[in-house]
Structures are given as C-alpha cells and as structure tokens.
C-alpha cells in the first residue's frame, strides 16, 4: 500500500460536487456525489455561498478516505463550471455569495457593455462573446449596484480556483478561465487592459494565470492534518470542467468533437485562435504546462437539462430517467408536424436572447405523451444541430460525435441525436466525465502517464456506437427546416411595439 500513488479528482458541478479517485493505471477505486442547493433571491438571480463547496467537496473526501489510505494522495486536480465568480477580501474571504454562470441579473446590462467594448477592435472577440453569468459582465454590475461589496473585493476567482485557494492557500487560475471570462485578450495572452480599465478593477485582483497541470502548491498544514493527508501533496492549477471533458474523451488529443449533454448541453471541438469571427461559441486556450498550447470552441445549449428536467420530472412525474428507454422503447419514428422548440430559459450562444422561451408546434387531439416526450428529445438535439452548424462544424455520414454527461446515457436520445445530426454517435463509458479528465491530469503532471498524447487512450472508453438510420435521416431533414422557422417567428409574436 506504501508504494501505491493515487490521484484525486475534483468537479465543482452547479448542484454536485463529484470526486474520483484513481491509481497510476488509470483506474477508478472510488467515487462519490454530494449534492447542495443554489439559491435565487430574485428572479434571474443565482448564486451560492463558496463555504457550501469546501464542506461538500470536505464531506465527499471523508467518505472516500473510510475506504481508502489518504497517505497514498500524490496530487489533486480541480475542474468545474466556468463564469461562476468568486469576490475575496483582503483576508481571502468572499464579500458576497458567488455569482452561478446560469445567473440572469445582467441581461439588461449586456447590450450596454457591447456598445462600450465594440469601440475597442482588439475586443471584437470579447464583444461577440459576453452575455449574462459572463465574470465580466458580473462584475460590472457589482461595480454599479453593490459599490461597498466592489470596493471589499481584493481578489477575484472562477468557481474551481476557490476550491485550490482553500487547499493551498494560493491565487490563481487557468488558461480556460480567463480565456472564457471576457476579461482576457486570448490574442495578447494578457488580461485585457480595456476591460480592466471598464470594470475598474486594480491588475492586483486579478489572478496570475497557469497551465492546467502546474502545480498551484501543496496541502496547508491545516488541510492535510484535517484529511489525514501529507503535506506534499500537489494541488493542480486546474481547469474547466468542459476543457477536462474534452481531456478525457479525446477531443484535444484525437480531435473528436464532443457533445456533453448536463444542466447545459456543450458542444466542445478542436479548434485555433484563427477561427471565423462569423462563427458561434466561445474559443478556449489550453495549456497543461503554460508552454504548448492548444484552442477549443466551445457553444451552449443553455436549457438543455432544465428543458429535459422540466418535462419528464415535472410535467411527466417521473424520477426515474432510466424509464425513457423504456417508453420510447417501441416508438416509431414517422413524419410528423410536431416541433419542440427547447430554448425554455433563453438562449446565449446562438441567438444572444435572454427572453426567448419554449413552444410546442404542431399539437393536435391525436397527440400522445409519447408524441410529446419524443419531441422533446428529438427538439433538443436539432438545437445541437443547429449549434454546430452555427459553430462551423463539418456534419457528414463519415462524421464522429462523441456524447457525455447525464442525458447522454440515453440509448433513444443517443439514436435520435445520430438520426438528426446524420454523423455516428460514440456513447462514452461513465467515467469519462470532468472529474476522470482533471485526475488524469494530475496523473499526468506527476509523471505517471508517460505523455499527454495519452492521456485519454482508455480502450474502453466506448460503451456503445449508434449509426444513423436512413429514413428516419430523411424525415429529420424535413423537420429541421421547419424548426430553422421557429425563433424569427417567435421573436415576431413578442416583440415588443411602441406604445
């Protein structure tokens, strides 16, 4: 057991803190979830106190440690969702609850800062890219509506760069934080001057910025005699919980575009910082050393869990997301008028509308809730279609995707999404996920995988390949010209009229 080396890794989820724990072959010896709440004050509002992660991510450490030598520990990497920010004081303190990256309290906010940033071109791509839950963008309106808290602020971090501040004791964060922040010129690879300047934030607050796997520091004294750990234990930099996707399914390595289905679905692809300015998605730098660099785009589908969650839990009653297949088990897929248009909390990627919300098109009195829960799905994934083709992604029969996440576990979903799409779909195993991708990294950074080429070469990553089916191809295409129609003619029957 002495000679065993183990590697810890962490994902700052929006409800869940997940952890992993692997061995240098890359194997999973344990798991665990623990859930917690986020609040909303307002309506729009969502934010959380950064306390409740360390005592989740505490909690889900304790029971992992009861089955396992924490003495074995070498290194621990730290991912999660990316935009959510963190306000410290002076004493590393947070001034105020952090502001969740699905929090809508700036949307009337947005326009205003594009009109300012767009007179700066070295902005072009900060322009095309804020919208609400933006770090930017929350603390512009922290500056402007909590001036007492703005002026407390001494540091600020993303989500994951809190969890390594209360282990090391040590600032900072990564190239897929800051490159995806809006306060980061991605070309100069320096935080942005104009916008420091916008926000009003002193070049002191900000977080020096690092390669994913470089070592922020080691356990404080305190950490590890709390965990019963040794204090050089090394603590990654860390990354984004998308990014650490992609680690672990192939994306940066083998260039597989990946579609990672959870509370928000992410279309992530290989990419440079060379992409078309008429192109959707966010470009994201990447560096596990701060020295070789690589680029992804990444685009949202922003309601893609809650528009899921909200028919079959609370329309449907049902808990059980395992019973989908079972429903659908025997449905035939035929053409059809009904349309579901899934953008049910706004949409940032594609149309930059934080107001438009669902529809159902197409119901008649022979519409069945089979009908409907199909929809449903099959409306979720022309929304992934028609991302990835606003992402300039090459769709075609020779074309591979790879699915992750919760919804992607999903036989009917993965099938539909093959049909729709019209490229094979590649099921990932369970353990591909952020967590397994940010422990693969520690792994790596501690010299255990001989390469970063293979870090994610796991012959079994696989767990099941679907093929687009001919005809059901042939109806999809038919459908997804209509459902093109959906968001201009929406925007029509709401827009707003002088009065």
């Not at 083709?389 to 919804?407: A, C, H, K, P, Q």
Request: proline fraction near 5%; include cysteine.
């Amino acid at each position: 057991m002495a000679d065993q080396h183990c590697f810890l890794g962490i994902d700052l989820g929006t409800s869940a803190v997940k952890i992993v724990l692997i061995d240098s072959d890359k194997k999973i010896l344990s798991h665990q979830s623990v859930p917690y709440e986020v609040s909303s004050p307002e309506f729009g509002w969502r934010e959380i106190d950064p306390e409740t992660w360390f005592v989740s991510m505490s909690g889900g450490m304790d029971a992992i440690f009861s089955q396992y030598d924490p003495q074995t520990i070498d290194a621990i990497g730290i991912t999660g969702q990316l935009h959510t920010v963190v306000m410290l004081s002076e004493t590393g303190e947070p001034v105020r609850p952090a502001i969740m990256w699905d929090d809508m309290r700036t949307k009337d906010l947005i326009q205003q800062m594009r009109d300012i940033i767009s007179e700066n071109p070295d902005c072009a791509y900060i322009t095309k890219n804020i919208s609400t839950g933006s770090p930017s963008a929350n603390l512009y309106w922290l500056r402007h509506f909590e001036p007492q808290n703005f002026a407390r602020m001494k540091k600020f971090l993303i989500a994951p760069d809190y969890l390594v501040y209360c282990l090391t004791r040590v600032y900072g964060t990564d190239y897929t934080a800051a490159s995806t922040s809006c306060l980061y010129d991605i070309h100069g690879m320096k935080w942005s001057p104009f916008m420091q300047n916008l926000i009003g934030l002193d070049s002191d607050v900000y977080p020096e910025v690092r390669g994913s796997g470089v070592i922020a520091g080691n356990l404080t004294a305190e950490i590890a005699k709390r965990f019963s750990m040794r204090e050089n234990v090394n603590v990654l930099t860390g990354m984004g919980d998308n990014p650490a996707t992609a680690v672990s399914a192939g994306c940066l390595v083998q260039g597989y575009p990946v579609i990672s289905m959870g509370t928000s679905g992410v279309l992530i692809k290989p990419a440079s910082k060379a992409e078309p300015q008429d192109t959707k998605g966010k470009m994201i730098l990447f560096s596990p050393d701060g020295l070789n660099f690589s680029c992804l785009a990444q685009g949202a589908l922003q309601s893609n869990g809650a528009s899921f969650r909200w028919w079959v839990h609370s329309i449907l009653g049902i808990d059980d997301y395992s019973q989908i297949d079972i429903l659908l088990k025997d449905y035939v897929v035929r053409k059809s008028k009904l349309i579901f248009f899934p953008h049910l909390m706004g949409e940032k990627t594609l149309f930059s509308d934080p107001d438009i919300r669902g529809a159902f098109l197409g119901l008649s009195t022979l519409t069945t809730r089979e009908d409907m829960l199909y929809a449903v799905i099959e409306g979720l994934c022309y929304g992934y279609r028609e991302l990835a083709e606003n992402m300039g992604l090459d769709l075609n029969r020779d074309s591979t995707v790879r699915i992750v996440g919760g919804g992607s576990h999903s036989r009917i979903q993965a099938q539909i999404l093959a049909n729709v799409l019209n490229v094979t779909v590649e099921q990932m195993n369970m353990f591909v996920s952020p967590m397994f991708g940010i422990a693969l990294l520690a792994a790596y950074s501690g010299g255990f995988i001989e390469s970063f080429d293979k870090i994610a070469n796991n012959s079994n990553m696989v767990k099941e390949i679907f093929k687009p089916k001919a005809e059901a191809v042939k109806i999809c295409n038919e459908k997804y010209t209509h459902y093109r129609k959906i968001y201009p003619a929406l925007k029509s029957v709401y827009e707003r009229t002088s009065p």
